[in-house]
């Protein structure tokens, strides 16, 4: 059965935000993040996380490198902490102070950085 929330995030683009846009409703980013294998709300919906395990430094390095080139391209950037063989992500629309698609897009970018 093809996902098609999972199929949607990954075809769309990141799109520029201004303080008039409104974050997303917490029915919106529940439904999203459950087709987002490994990420998590928390109770304040106002970010969403996930943390990322590796073999190595090198593998987990290559990692951070990769999600680096995609926060550029699509010109939305996460929170990236990480040592020898974890990387933690954190997104959020710092604009809206909370949640939009974008962070919903980056996060299905980003896992699919690790399957492909």
Not at 9 to 24: H, R, V, W
């Amino acid at each position: 059965m093809e996902n098609t929330i999972l199929n949607e995030l990954l075809n769309s683009k990141c799109e520029p935000k201004s303080a008039k846009d409104k974050s997303l409703i917490i029915p919106s980013i529940e439904s999203n993040v459950s087709e987002l294998e490994g990420w998590e709300a928390p109770l304040n919906y106002a970010d969403i996380r996930k943390t990322f395990k590796f073999k190595n430094y090198y593998q987990t390095t290559a990692f951070v490198n990769a999600v680096t080139w995609l926060a550029h391209k699509e010109d939305h950037h996460p929170e990236i902490c990480f040592g020898y063989n974890e990387c933690k992500i954190t997104l959020t629309t710092h604009v809206v102070k909370g949640l939009t698609m974008n962070d919903m897009i980056m996060a299905a970018k980003i896992n699919a950085l690790i399957e492909s």
